[in-house]
């Protein structure tokens, strides 16, 4: 019987090309764009779920509650490691990682692995099989190397590693590592990812910090007994952090911080691993809000829900021409259930062919979305079972919702009042003129958060910085050996276009490498508790990156003492409370500072944060991770590639490429970046939608009034008044739904802002111009039918039944 019922419905469809068409397009375009959207959203919530122990895992940060507001650290110190396993309950396994991209060789081959430094623990926490070797005995000495199937086929070829000798360039010394162990690749849904592990007492300054209590620089992951709950887990933390870090917690009481919920000045949280790639507290997390990829869903809900009232509209609008094949039917006896099903088998005919489309359609598209979004989907996903059935079951849930209704109402008419050719479904312009809103109001809601993202990101481009951004080129280094960094320095110093060049721990952005951090630093200065951002640096920054010096001098070569002296902002100024800061002394981190200098303040950071304390200091030991050289050229992408061929030239396996100051401060917004491009996506494919299903609304609409048309005309009305005669409900329809969107739209960009230590404000205007453009796009959408209908000849309309 159902084969009969589609049978029909090809055959009512094939007649009704027009609406079927565009049915199906629409449909094809939201299907497309919520499956695209859809994987996205499950790319990002299927992160570590092969890590078998994920429910178990965790990472810890600390809150500090300060005098200005939480401060959050995710870093802990050595001994911290030691201290879990002994003292707090549950605790079976705990790592500290470390490391960077090494320089590794083997023979005459070398390579840049990503070395990650870890405990023994590690290899027994993570779930990453073991290709060759044991995971409790990999790690066991401080010599042993484990090795990623991928990154031992680049050092071996086809001979087995096992055994053999490698070299890792650690602070400028070739240390022997002996490879104990072969890992399977990292999965791509890994937050955790490395190429070789070593033990974590390799680390460049392990002699330095391994009993020291009050430097922070890695971060700490233990895995807990399956008993033990993450609430447990927090409180038995609270003791350890009374207990070592006493003085922390004095210092935070004495600067009048403001205690959490439970009087707790200072805490140490949690993160499971399970939620460790959306957490913005997390080492190994993206940056990506946890917020992203719900709106992903929720932007395919509302693109499909679109695609859903159109179909709706024009089937219970379509229904209107078809009175006498349902009266027909009813007076042969047809129960309403089976009208229902025949109506709804038209509605899962058009829906399974939008479907094929729809698949078709995101095959061409995926390499572009992912391009565009930075993204890497692959139809892969499809190989998990459970992404199919929801793939199915929100198919069918589709059909339900979009033919389910119309089926209804169509089959619950009136059975005299069909045969009469009176066909009224009541209620039905007035759920049309619901869904007509509904779906304006989406795309007018899409189109106001565009324009504020575009706005704000126009803003932060356009903000000064208080540094050089368009001159100055970053240069990531990372673990290169001190000769290469001799090399380039010197071959850029015989550069025309090179003006000057200095060198830091942390970058400024987020460079092409990826990575961004800081270093805060904590002392005490004439009993007042102090926080600053400490960056070591080389001489000339200041000159270079074209910092303001407000009081003192910047570094020098002639002042030996330089080493012991520092330059500091204007708010690390503020904290150390005195009107003439240049000459004093203080004490931080065991060693005794001078201040020489004091910058004007600039925005080291993203202009989400307000500008913090900053203290600059010269250290002939610390590896600077990043060069800056001022270019004074006319042709920036040729001098670009001219630095970035000498680096290349000097460290042919070098990772990361040099970039402009300005790419990286883009970097650091290019998750609004993406949201700016997904709303206007959005917006766009709802309003082409919306569009599509009021363009032939429109058509049965001017059909059914063409004899009030033609009457009006004989008595005289004028084209233009008809126009707008027949144009002006939908114009109310599109008013409507601009001005319901505007307060929710406003709601939510305001709080986004509120993400900004500096942001634009939002303008009336703004929604002013949202609400032009939707009458406009209404109002061109309807007029060419609405002008058909009053240019056709009122004879002919006159003679319409």
């Given amino acids: 019987m159902f084969t009969s019922y589609l049978r029909i419905a090809w055959r009512n469809l094939w007649k009704q090309k027009v609406f079927a068409a565009v049915n199906v397009a629409g449909m094809s375009i939201a299907i497309c764009a919520a499956l695209l959207l859809s994987l996205t959203a499950y790319k990002e919530w299927s992160y570590d779920d092969f890590q078998q122990k994920r429910d178990h895992i965790y990472q810890l940060y600390r809150e500090d509650h300060r005098t200005n507001g939480t401060h959050i650290s995710k870093s802990f110190s050595e001994p911290m490691a030691g201290v879990l396993r002994k003292e707090v309950p549950g605790v079976k396994h705990v790592t500290r990682i470390g490391g960077d991209n090494l320089f590794v060789r083997y023979k005459d081959k070398s390579i840049y692995l990503d070395v990650q430094m870890t405990d023994p623990d590690y290899l027994q926490m993570f779930s990453f099989p073991l290709q060759k070797g044991n995971a409790h005995t990999a790690l066991d000495r401080l010599d042993q190397l484990v090795l990623t199937q ?79 709950s993450m609430a447990t887990l927090r409180k038995d933390l609270v003791p350890v952090a009374h207990k070592y870090m006493g003085d922390l917690i004095k210092d935070l009481t004495g600067m009048g911080g403001t205690p959490d919920e439970d009087g707790e000045f200072l805490r ?59 009266g027909l039917r009813k007076a042969l006896g047809a129960m309403d259930r089976q009208l229902m099903l025949q109506f709804w088998s038209e509605a899962f005919l058009l829906c399974f062919i939008s479907l094929l489309l729809s698949l078709l359609l995101a095959t061409l598209l995926l390499p572009y979305y992912n391009a565009t979004f930075k993204h890497d989907l692959s139809f892969r996903l499809f190989q998990n079972g459970w992404l199919i059935l929801g793939t199915a079951a929100t198919f069918f849930g589709i059909t339900l919702l979009a033919g389910g209704y119309p089926a209804w109402k169509i089959a619950r008419v009136n059975i005299i009042q069909v045969l009469k050719g009176k066909l009224n479904l009541s209620g039905s312009g007035g759920v ?82 990826g990575s961004s951090g800081n270093w805060t630093l904590g002392f005490d200065y004439k009993g007042n508790h102090v926080n600053t951002q400490a960056m070591v640096v080389d001489y000339d920054y200041a000159k270079t990156l074209g910092l303001t010096l407000l009081a003192g001098r910047d570094f020098s070569r002639q002042y030996g003492a330089d080493t012991t002296g520092v330059v500091i902002n204007e708010q690390m100024a503020k904290q150390l409370g005195e009107k003439d800061p240049l000459n004093i002394v203080y004490n931080a981190n065991g060693n005794d500072y001078h201040v020489i200098g004091v910058v004007k303040d600039y925005h080291f950071e993203s202009l989400r944060k307000k500008i913090e304390p900053l203290m600059l200091s010269i250290s002939a030991s610390a590896r600077k991770s990043y060069l800056f050289v001022k270019v004074n050229t006319n042709h920036p992408a040729a001098t670009m590639d001219r630095i970035s061929a000498i680096w290349k030239e000097i460290d042919p396996l070098t990772k990361s490429d040099p970039s402009f100051l300005d790419e990286n401060t883009d970097r650091l917004y290019r998750q609004e970046a993406r949201f700016s491009k997904i709303f206007m996506s959005g917006a766009v494919l709802a309003i082409l939608i ?105 004879v002919e309309s006159l003679k319409v039944d």
């Fill in 268 to 326: 140490i949280r949690t993160i499971p691993l399970k939620d460790l790639h959306l957490s913005p507290y997390s080492v190994f997390g993206t940056g990506l809000n946890p917020f992203y990829p719900w709106m992903m869903l929720m932007l395919a809900c509302l693109i499909t829900g679109i695609a859903c009232v159109n179909f709706i509209n024009l089937s219970i609008a379509r229904s209107f021409t078809r009175g006498s094949e349902i």
């Fill in 432 to 513: 049309r003129n619901g869904l007509i809103v509904f779906q304006f109001m989406v795309a007018a809601l899409l189109i106001s958060c565009t324009v504020i993202i575009w706005q704000q990101l126009n803003f932060i481009r356009a903000t000064p910085l208080g540094y050089n951004t368009t001159q100055v080129i970053s240069i990531p280094v990372g673990n290169a050996p001190q000769q290469a960094l001799t090399a380039i320095r010197n071959r850029l110093a015989s550069e025309p276009s090179v003006e000057s060049i200095t060198a830091s721990t942390l970058n400024l952005g987020i460079g092409k490498d």
């Fill in 690 to 794: 919306s569009c599509m299903g009021l363009f032939a609304i429109a058509v049965l609409v001017m059909a059914q009034r063409r004899k009030e048309v033609g009457i009006r005309k004989v008595l005289g009305a004028s084209v233009s008044s008809i126009v707008m005669l027949l144009s002006k409900d939908f114009l109310k329809l599109v008013l409507i739904a601009v001005l319901a969107a505007t307060p929710v739209s406003w709601y939510l960009m305001q709080r986004w802002l509120n993400g900004f230590a500096l942001h634009v404000e939002i303008q009336w205007w703004m929604f002013a111009g949202v609400c032009g453009l939707a009458v406009l796009i209404a109002l061109a959408t309807t007029s060419l039918q609405a002008v058909k209908a009053a240019l056709a000849n009122p």
């Fill in 150 to 228: 991928g990154a031992a086929a680049s050092l071996f070829s086809q001979d087995d590693p096992i055994g053999k000798t490698v070299e890792i360039n650690i602070g400028d010394q070739w240390k022997p590592f002996v490879v104990s162990a072969v890992a399977d690749n990292i999965p791509d849904n890994s937050s955790i990812s490395f190429e070789a592990l070593i033990r974590f007492e390799n680390v460049e300054d392990y002699a330095a910090i391994r009993n020291d209590w009050h430097t922070s620089s890695y971060p700490v992951m233990l895995e807990v007994a399956p008993a033990v």
